[in-house]
């Protein structure tokens, strides 16, 4: 059994009834729980960065095209060459793939750079729940339609946070 830290595994192994181990083990679980959201928090966040990123230096499909003409000049290099060298060039290998990945991955979202203003603006209105042609959307009925879905939305009561963080990325694409 792993416990959150070493004060809770002692007062786990002190407990006098079973009661107590199970009031224990719970709270250690919950504990567990609030760590794992926290850290998907950290990691969401640091995702949406990247992918702000990419968006803010322009990293598209010539990005991706790139890392793509990489990925098989080191596979070439990994087929002919000395064993010592080959854990190396898998190293970089895997590095690649990752990269490209995640570019690709940045390149189907609907709010990327290389989608069409109209698919973008599309995508945010939906996200915001207006069903009116975008064309006719002013300010005020975008920021109306945001703070109504991110009331619900927000983390601080108890919402999801990429869907807060979708509506906000919505609002900024319509407000543009």
Not at 55 to 80: C, H, M, P
Not at 81 to 95: E, F, G, I, N, Y
Request: charged share 35%; aromatic share 6%; with cysteine.
């Amino acid at each position: 059994k792993q416990f959150v830290d070493g004060v809770m595994k002692l007062k786990f192994e002190n407990a006098r009834s079973m009661e107590e181990k199970a009031r224990l083990f719970k709270e250690d679980m919950e504990a567990k729980r609030k760590q794992s959201e926290e850290e998907k928090a950290k990691l969401s966040h640091k995702l949406l960065l990247v992918i702000e990123e990419f968006q803010v230096l322009g990293i598209g499909r010539n990005y991706a095209k790139l890392l793509e003409s990489q990925l098989s000049v080191i596979n070439l290099r990994i087929k002919g060459s000395d064993p010592k060298l080959v854990a190396s060039l898998r190293k970089t290998k895997d590095q690649l793939e990752k990269k490209l990945k995640l570019v690709q991955e940045t390149l189907k979202q609907p709010w990327s750079r290389d989608t069409d203003p109209a698919s973008q603006r599309q995508w945010a209105c939906k996200q915001l729940g207006l069903k009116i042609n975008p064309k006719e959307i002013t300010n005020d009925i975008v920021n109306k339609a945001y703070k109504e879905m991110a009331r619900v939305a927000h983390p601080d009561k108890s919402g999801d946070d990429q869907a807060f963080q979708r509506l906000a990325r919505a609002r900024d694409i319509l407000l543009k």
